[in-house]
């Protein structure tokens, strides 16, 4: 192996989000085994300057803030015959130093972290071409097309038939096709036809997502009883998710314990999000310093999603910091756990607001689930077990 070239749709750092965390710990674990140049999109000027910082570790790095206009996405993906996913993240300044550092000829291998980022691979790369697609995004955009007004509809059903081709495409030209859990990567075997595709699951820092370690007590009075969301919030799965359980499972569990509160915890809440907390027992926090502090004060967490794919890290985290935790079904999909001993699944928001209700009325249950939780995610969901294939998928290429 000579050198590798790391191309991620967000840069890894800071590793504060799910996309970010996972993306962060292949990164570290590539850079153990040959030189790696990173090119990168980045959200803001404060993602870039936290890239920069990485300069020392790497072989290079490029990194630009992504600020195409979403209309002018959609104008490129029409005239194009593309999905909006690849407009969005085209570049000519990308692919122009992605040429130079092939043209180097020091580059055998490339990892690519996001489909997005495919487009950037040349069809005659001969060197080993691994594709980190995490999640089958197609099926994402198909599930927003049964819904909405006739516009949106045509437009997420266009989305994701254009992209359910990118991708199929792609894993036809990479050595290998990963996903995060094997449930996506059985998914994508389904529908692309592929055959070289494998789960690389996700891993948790359980050093650091530890009920016993220190935390910034930002917020030492929490109310009581305490239920938690966490994500990004500007993220439409997360927004549906919190409207739905704060409008509709939320009232049904006032009723039982009229005092509790719904603590919506992450950055960038949407409009949508911010005015769920006019409604009796929702509170919108917004970015927080240090999410275990309110994972610590929760007395149950929840993850109601009604669309999700692959590997939930709010979960994981949750159950490393020991808390019971309330998944929907669709959120449990690719969590390696038993549902009842590790933790509970909701089919239903009736499920969800009973089963939420219980765990508040039972403080024993509360904290056997969150001890087989922990316990489950320190001897399943280390980084280092979760990451052990990149070795053997990495080095079967070598030769080249």
Known sequence: ?????????????????????RSFHILKKLQSMASVHVGAFADDAGDVECAKAQTA?????????????????????????????????????????????????AISHIFVFSGQMAQYVPADFDGRFIMDFVDVDSAKFESYAEEGNALMRWVYKR???????????????????????EAEAK?????????????????????????????????????????????????RPNIEAVSDFARNTLPAIREAHPETTFAIVGRNPTPAV??????????????????RTWLAGADVVVAPLRIARGIQNK?????????PVVASSAAAEGIDAVAG?????????EEEAAKVSALLSDTDERLRLGVEARAHVITHYGWDAQLAPLDSLMEAGAEK
Not at 1 to 21: N, Q, S
């Open 1 to 21: 192996m000579r050198e590798i070239l790391f191309l991620a749709h967000r840069v890894p750092w800071p590793p504060d989000r799910g996309d970010k965390i």
């Open 57 to 105: 570790g790497l072989a290079s790095l490029h990194v630009e803030i992504r600020d195409k206009p979403q209309w002018f996405s959609g104008v490129e993906a029409l005239a194009g015959g593309k999905p909006v996913s690849l407009t969005s993240f085209g570049s000519k300044a990308m692919q122009d130093w992605v040429d130079e550092r092939l043209a180097s000829g």
């Open 159 to 181: 989305e994701g038939k254009k992209l359910a081709d990118f991708e199929a495409e792609t894993a036809k030209r990479a050595d290998a096709s990963l996903f995060v859990s």
């Open 187 to 235: 998914l994508f075997r389904e529908r692309s036809g592929a055959k070289n595709v494998a789960a690389l699951g996700n891993g948790i820092d359980t050093i650091f997502y530890d009920p016993v370690a220190k935390q910034k007590k930002l917020h030492p009075v929490f109310p009581d009883p305490l239920i938690v969301f966490t994500g990004q919030m500007d993220y």
């Open 274 to 291: 911010v005015e769920l907390s006019a409604l009796p027992g929702v509170q919108v926090t917004g970015a927080v310093d240090d999410v």
């Open 315 to 323: 979960v994981l985290e949750a159950m490393a910091m020991a808390k």
């Open 341 to 349: 001993k590790h933790l509970l699944v909701a089919k239903n928001v």
